[in-house]
């Protein structure tokens, strides 16, 4: 069958340990010093410094002008450098995007349960935000700060 | 290709019939990412519990006024200085590890080591800032208030516990800029003493879960370190292993990622 036909040759090295066919052996990977991998080196570097300029963003933007900000677009702000961070780490540095794109799907799709997660929990949290305000305790609260 | 040679393979199967894996990843692999998988959704459990009492506080303390200090510069007010430190700490032992992985892809055993002693020194020194940061943070925490110093007792994993606590134990936590919530401490304090003691819980098993975390991931990667210079994946063809590991120590640079959104940032 030709959907076998190049693990055939290497299959005298499986001896029961997959790892043999997926790592390595199957990539042909030989030279250090090759031009391949001097452009992965360099990706990897490259990541770094986008990582780092993020994160700096991030910090001076939490120091000096989130407090001076609406607190809606604070949120979204830093939520998608966030995740535009994990992204890179996720892609790059755990190599999934190198990965067959069923593999990445299989690896993503749980995590769209967070969408709802955090949907769910905010709401939950703004219900009880609602009552602790709305209960007789705290009126004189809300009175001082009219 | 004449009529007459026509191969007569059979059409290929549309399902997977055993053989290579559809995925081109080894068995230890894709669990490794299964694991990760699992832990995301643990941390997810714990950063959205923390968010939902967050958002049904009426006050919080401000990041900017808890994390202020840098070791050795006193009352200096120095705001996420120290924690931005500790996120470039991480970052760059993630890039170490995956030079270490990327070394592993071309069987060169001497820088395999060498990335991988920097990730080892890297995750010391994150979990060094850490300790520092912890003790600093644990002595800030009141869980039994009296005016005799000496009798003052330090709440264990961040309690305010005392209703007798003053105002003033917890008040430089808070923004002092906004007259709301200067007018919450003022008139509902222990409002804003159960918050401050929800934070500091939080804070300490958040980041407790993670630095056990970076623990068992230093601990795996000197156990790796010892297998390469030992020649132990050198022998079996492959530095599979140190592809595994590296996952989880990239993982546990995520969460951090997340972990510096969600308590110094927001």
């Not at chain 1, 990445?104 to 749980?110: A, S």
């Not at chain 2, 490794?32 to 941390?43: E, H, P």
């Not at chain 2, 032992?93 to 991988?116: I, Q």
Request: some cysteine; charged content about 15%; glycine content about 6%.
């Amino acid at each position: 069958m030709s959907a076998h036909h190049h693990s055939e040759s290497i299959q005298h090295l499986y001896e029961g340990d997959q790892s043999k066919l997926y790592s390595g052996v199957m990539q042909h990977h030989t030279d250090v010093n090759s031009e391949e991998s001097r452009a992965q080196v360099k990706r990897i570097w490259k990541i770094f410094w986008i990582l780092l300029v993020i994160t700096v963003t991030e910090v001076i933007m939490g120091m000096f002008f989130s407090h001076k900000m609406p607190k809606g677009l604070v949120a979204f702000f830093f939520l998608a450098l966030t995740i535009l961070k994990a992204g890179y780490i996720v892609s790059v540095f755990m190599h999934l995007g190198d990965e067959f794109k069923g593999f990445i799907i299989t690896v993503l799709i749980p995590l769209f349960l967070f969408i709802w997660f955090i949907i769910a929990f905010l709401a939950d949290g703004g219900f009880w935000l609602r009552m602790n305000a709305e209960s007789p305790a705290r009126q004189h609260i809300q009175h001082v700060e009219k | 290709m004449s009529q007459s040679t026509v191969v007569t393979t059979a059409p290929e199967p549309k399902l997977w019939a055993g053989g290579r894996s559809p995925y081109n990843v080894s068995y230890g692999k894709m669990m490794t990412w299964f694991f990760l998988l699992s832990d995301a959704l643990t941390f997810g459990a714990l950063l959205i519990a923390y968010g939902t009492t967050r958002f049904f506080s009426a006050v919080w303390p401000d990041a900017n006024q808890v994390f202020k200090s840098f070791p050795f510069m006193g009352d200096r007010d120095l705001p996420l200085v120290f924690v931005s430190l500790m996120t470039f700490i991480l970052i760059m032992s993630s890039v170490t590890m995956v030079l270490a992985v990327h070394a592993g892809h071309y069987g060169d055993k001497k820088n395999v080591a060498k990335w991988l002693l920097w990730t080892i020194i890297g995750g010391i020194c994150f979990l060094s800032c850490q300790a520092w940061e912890w003790t600093h943070l644990h002595s800030e925490c009141v869980s039994l208030w009296n005016s005799d110093p000496a009798l003052l007792q330090h709440g264990l994993w961040g309690s305010f516990t005392d209703i007798h606590t003053p105002t003033d134990e917890f008040r430089h936590f808070f923004n002092r800029h906004s007259e709301a919530v200067q007018n919450i401490l003022n008139n509902d304090p222990l409002t804003a003493m159960r918050s401050t003691h929800n934070f500091f819980n939080y804070f300490f098993t958040i980041t407790g879960f993670h630095g056990g975390h970076v623990t068992s991931g230093v601990i795996f990667n000197i156990l790796i370190l010892v297998n390469t210079v030992n020649g132990v994946y050198e022998r079996r063809g492959h530095y599979e292993m140190v592809e595994k590991i590296g996952l989880y120590w990239h993982f546990v640079d995520l969460v951090w990622v997340f972990v510096f959104t969600c308590f110094y940032l927001l």
